[in-house]
């Protein structure tokens, strides 16, 4: 089976290749897992773009992985979210050492062979 791409096709896979990581990192706790895995799933649109996951070891820890285009996306995302604007400043209360306990850290991709910068 031939697969086609048009070059905007082509083009847009490297620039997501390329895009920047935001990796969010926090610990619920115990007591509230259960309330933030609810609101998780009541706000499926919440999580559009990102990856969820809670670390099987240390129950409570999750982390979020979005990606952003440039550094301009990136801040602003990384401010929406840090800000506790449009609705996250609910789960703040469910995280140990509220809106402190959220760290957040923006990623670029490392690739065998390039320079660095």
Known sequence: ???RYSMG???FKYEEL???ILFCEYTVLDEYRPLFLAWV???P???SDAELAENREQPGVFVELRRARDEAEAVAKKKERLDG???WQEM???VKKGRDG???WTFAPVTAGEAAD
């Open 102 to 104: 959220i760290r957040m």
């Open 18 to 20: 390329k895009a920047l």
């Open 45 to 47: 649109s919440r999580w």
């Open 9 to 11: 096709a082509v083009r």
């Open 85 to 87: 604007r449009s609705g």
């Open 1 to 3: 089976m031939r697969h």
């Open 92 to 94: 703040e209360a469910w």
């Open 41 to 43: 799933r009541r706000d």
